[in-house]
């Protein structure tokens, strides 16, 4: 049977009541905090039970050597691996000299809980120790989205009986233990202990430690300072190389209560001093004493209720959904919001895994919802990458191509994929980053950073494609040898995805450099060049089987023996566990939307027929071993009408990190997936489409949802859809004019009025698509026990 | 300018005169001496200087972690290496209390010479010590060929001033170290010592160690025992876990002298008892002192001119190139000779390279010299690899594969390759390894054989082929997603060669079974399956490119982009160390003859017109970056009448490791290599193709080659054929008469009298094919300074 997912369900945030040990390192991953420079996972405020313990900066790592058993030239020699930051959000606890540990004593009653408008952790803890005394503590986390380099602790502790002494301990942990993120020793050993001590400073109420990692000689300063009140008390802070530790004493009559608020800063540089590093942190934690515990959370609140007011999608009918929307909207925010130029890792920095890499579905899943709810956040995510240019240009030199070729996956802009068929030759990337790039630049008309930023993104991700690939004797262009999105194929001719990807890649730059004509020359754009651009993109071949009449998603594909689905057992999946690649490879089954995801990123491309026969084709051989297929596909269903489906896949995919529903939660959340949830709903039930034409809307409702609001920024305004009825309601906050296309008809927004427009009735979509044996939504779900 | 061989030239032996630091290890791989049991490799006695020590028995491994930066379903967890065996070549000599050392004082004279008919390498030594003393050192070395377990040297001092003292330090050294055969610490650690000691045992004039691997816990001993002469002498033996030593001391006059015959004997096992595996070692080498040095030698001499009487090639006209044939028809002998049922590593037993592994070089290289000149050698190495039919049923039943599927590297017959897109997706070597079962069954008419040793390879060898093929909507049956002998390609559709030998493998499967019906029924075969094989191999896809009228190599490559040859400097080869393996991939540039090697293994298949379309057509393409792939197109230059090409790709084949073309013989030989330079004279010059219709020849000579003489043993007879000027001479030496084809005409030969058939003019073969730009032989040789 499914799992109902055991968080408890409220519109506007998530919390769990109780608390069970096998559960615990889910709830650490769902209860993270973030602001994108510092993430804070979720764990227990006394540091134990802790299955992860979690304390992240963003572009933070250690190197270490990568194994391989027989080498080849261009492999990565080095890899990169996020480690932990020095912790500073453990707070232990002593009662009458006993540690408060929720697995001993009596645990009265336990809960957490997220809040999606406060941006913080609440907890709350009822516990009589193993001797008898009782005592509350409340704690509140917040990671600022105001002030990137603080996150912050409202820590109370209250005597249910009484008198007790407590002793409260508030600490910075250096060199915490790892996962075992690799089974190799050579890349482990360097993990286990990364940091060197290289500083310490303490004052009665707080503490500054200094430390370098190892090998890539990152300096990290982590401060604390803390303020008491509420009760007499005694503090006293001492250092040593790896732990900082406040001890606060307090003797507490029955009712009585002690509160400390700790105040968290954090700096990293590879280039700053260590006075720089030290100064900085200091002069963070200093500015957020000063503003003290209610102001930080005001602001954190008034920031939170500026997204919102855009970004909001309110959906009735489903409160679960409501939720898991909700929860993924603040999830990607929180992925970003001040990452400033910095990465958005696979899995933000909720967790270890995939070792804190960033991969294409940062630009491809989570970048489109932040350009339309946070722009300022898709630009700095955008400039991250600008900033990697270099080092993408050498590895395309490394690899004997034109332009920039960037990493599969990297934290410092270097390749770090150690397996190539489906890392170096995932050209794509290249596109998808250009492509974030041009749909940043349209939506929100930012012409500066087109010039600063996007230009020359757009021009070394042209050059690469035009040295990639070559003009066949009938003049067509073609890109072989590469692999495209779906990970159960490889080293394909003309996929698809990449092909019309590439194309866009092509158009987008040669327009980029006619707009910014001066800029190109500096780039070293010639006139030709540009023409060439042109031509190739016209000249891109799109592989089409004319026997089926449905686009391939790589030439031949279509072609290919067919996995045999009915011989295949529910648990041999993910299949990549059970089979060889090479088996996997040449046959017909997609780990994950691939010709579907372009289907919807490029539907320009595909008439409404072609997309209708696609997805009907490639259902029946996607499993879905991937969180990133289930959003694409509900899309896609919903704009072929398929509206039973397309709910199906849009609630699959907010479960996936819910229910954990590929048992792998506890490495950190996917953020990549929960940005897909946005647009499942907004590109999917909303139908916004956003190509070369500009904005479109085909928005229809699917049971059990009777109600749909969802609101976007584009050109310095907001725009909120409100869908009910037969009826959708177009309503622009200010600024200039605003045209938009409603199922393909043409109409002028105003600022201030709602425009409400019919929504004509659905055309018959014909049969549902059927999917694998066994891999239909119902099915997994149905699989997935807890 | 092309390098002179170092070597001296002799029709029968290969000597050294001098010596030079820098060419030390290429001396060493040149001058190994093996039986395919032991091998020696040709180090200098007294131990050093020397690269590497190189004493190896055939099977004795350790085995060590595989790392992989990203792990996948079915990749080897264990590699297996080479280890050194302990040594028992080592004689150190004291002259007057100084080491023997050919760095100090002064080396009159110092000359080496592996002689091809007495199986023996002599070495002989003028030296004059720092303080002035000189002596002479002559050694005789031998592995033997008649006594498995047994190496012997025949050691001598002579005094050329005095009187002196000398002392003979004959020593056995186990844990001599291995140079470093991977970057990887966790592969090179458990190979830097792998041997823990087990027992000793010492005499006055010898002793036996007895070691065991710490990992793969196999059980080694060797032992050693001395017989003085020619002057009085006192000889005591000592021994500590790693080092036997058993000196003797002798005072000698002006022209005096002292000999020491050294017997060694070697023994492993993993199953058998320490105890047993001593007697067996002590018995071998009571044997081989009870018969004496000279006996041994008279032995190996006999072996030999067995061997030669068969086996030899004469080529007049070029001297280096009658020294090197010999040369490689010698090695080859070597590698095998005594192996039993043990493999024939692609280094033989002459070096480190490969880690010890064999691969399928083995059976399409080596074996078909091996069982036209020695076919008992040829048979064990087939049952060793019907010896680890279970572990490919295993690995077969890891990928869900019917049948067998053998590995692509091994020592143990496991797994080994840590890059499946070249090695676990290289399914021809199964059918490789079928095709030598086939070619050795009707080459020597052995029935028992093929019923008890080939018929379970070729059935096992055959499903495989169902299991992993398919038919298509047409009835045609593809092998997709695989690997074929060009290394430049990978994860291809329909490989010619693959399919072509599938084809052969299934045939001769079903042939096999159907000839030995009672021991199929036993194996399990049932009727329709031998039916289904006949089916499936008649379906079989073989792709042409009907525009340019070309064989394809898979299916599209004459499609794909030409690589850039132009653009392409010398110093860029091999590619694989320049460029990244997708871009090599994709394009069309092969490493080595693939279709080529198609055209001369399954000549039936294409029409002579077709076999000189496709050889022009590839040799465009073909940069022979692998030493596997001159022959190939010697061979098939000869056929097409291409005879000045073929002689360079002989010469280019027959030079790999006495000019170090590719840089790597300090590693050992390319036994391969060697064997394919008796094919490109036998099959090549000789014309010799042996197919479904039995034997042809269609010898022609080309310049500078005034006479060949080649002779092959068949059904137990010996046949040798003789060219020159305009006729070619057939004898037969006994037994029933043979029936061949002379150019297409059907002969039938009788023992005893030589027939001569005219040779028929040749047709114009129509202009010489070219090579791409700086990869033709004379190019290649130019680019090879020393």
Known sequence: MPEISPFDVSPWGIGWSGWEPSRQARRESVFSLSNGHIGWRGTLDEGDPCETPGSYLNGLFEHHPMPYAEDGYGYPERGETMVNAPDGKVIRLLVDDEPFDIREGRLESHEQHLDFRAGT?????????????????????????????????????????????????????????????????????????????????????????????????????????????????????????????????????????????KMVGHEWSGDLTDAALRDRVDAAVATAARLGWDALAREQRDCLDDFWEAADVELDGDTRLQQAVR??????????????????????????????????????????????????????????????????????????????????????????????????????????????????????????????????????????????????????????????????????????????????????????????????????????????????????????????RVH?????????????????????????????????????????????????????????????????????????????SASTQAVVAAWVGQSELAIEYLTEASTIDLNDLRDDVDDGLHIAALGGVWTAVVSGLGGMKNGPDGLEFCPRLAAPITRLSFGIRTGGRMLRVEVSGHTASYTLSGGPPLPIRHFGAAVELHAGKPTPLPIPPAPDPGPRPSQPKGRSPEEVRAVKGD
Not at 122 to 127: A, K
Not at 212 to 222: E, Y
Not at 563 to 585: G, R, V
């Open 552 to 628: 391939q998603q790589a030439a031949g594909y279509t072609d290919l023996e067919r996995w045999d689905f009915e011989a295949t057992s529910p648990d041999q999946y993910p299949l990549q566990n059970h089979f060889p690649y090479f088996d996997l490879y040449r046959k017909q089954v997609l780990k994950q939307a691939d010709l579907v995801l372009a289907l919807q990123l490029f539907h320009e491309a595909f008439t409404a027929e072609e997309t209708a026969r696609a997805f009907a084709y490639y259902e029946g051989l996607t499993v879905r071993d991937s969180s990133l």
């Open 121 to 261: 952790l609440r907890r709350e803890v009822r516990w009589t120790s193993p001797s008898g005394a009782t005592v509350r503590v409340e704690s509140t986390r917040l990671v600022s989205l105001t002030h990137r380099a603080i996150a912050a602790i409202d820590y109370r502790v209250t005597a249910l009986s009484g008198p007790l002494e407590v002793t409260v301990l508030s600490e910075i942990v250096a060199n915490e233990p790892l996962p075992e993120v690799h089974p190799d020793e050579r890349v482990m050993d360097p993990l286990r202990h990364p940091y060197e001590p290289v500083d310490r400073a303490v004052t009665a109420s707080g503490a500054t430690l200094l430390h370098r990692t190892k090998r890539s000689r990152i300096g990290v300063a982590v401060a604390m300072d803390h303020v008491v009140s509420e009760a007499p008390s005694s503090i006293d802070t001492e250092a040593s190389d790896d732990v900082a530790r406040t001890t606060v004493t307090a003797r507490l009559t029955e009712g009585g209560s002690i509160r400390v608020v």
């Open 327 to 548: 929860f993924a909207l603040f999830q990607v925010l929180q992925s970003a919001a001040r990452a400033d130029v910095r990465s958005i890792p696979g899995k933000g920095l909720t967790g270890p895994g995939y070792e804190g890499h960033t991969f294409w579905d940062a630009e491809t899943f989570v970048l489109p919802v932040l350009t339309y709810t946070a722009p300022g956040a898709a630009a700095h995510a955008l400039r991250w990458r600008h900033s990697t240019l270099d080092t993408a240009r050498e590895r395309a030199g490394q690899l004997h191509l034109a332009g920039a070729a960037f990493p599969w996956r990297t934290i410092s802009g270097r390749e770090c994929s150690g397996y190539w068929p489906a890392g170096t030759v995932a050209f794509h990337i290249n596109a998808d980053i250009a492509g974030a790039v041009m749909r940043h630049v349209r939506t929100t008309g930012d012409e500066e950073f087109e010039r600063e930023v996007g230009l020359e993104v757009l021009v070394e991700t042209a050059r690469l494609w035009v040295s990639l690939g070559y003009r066949d004797a009938h003049g067509v262009f073609h890109l072989d040898g590469i692999t495209g999105p779906d990970e159960y194929s490889a080293l394909v001719d003309d996929n698809t995805f990449t092909n019309l990807a590439a194309q866009r890649n092509l158009r987008g730059a040669a327009q980029a450099a006619r707009r910014h004509s001066a800029r190109a020359r500096e780039l070293g754009v010639r006139d030709d060049e540009v023409g060439e651009w042109e031509v190739i993109a016209d000249a891109m071949a799109v592989p089409y089987d004319e026997v089926r």
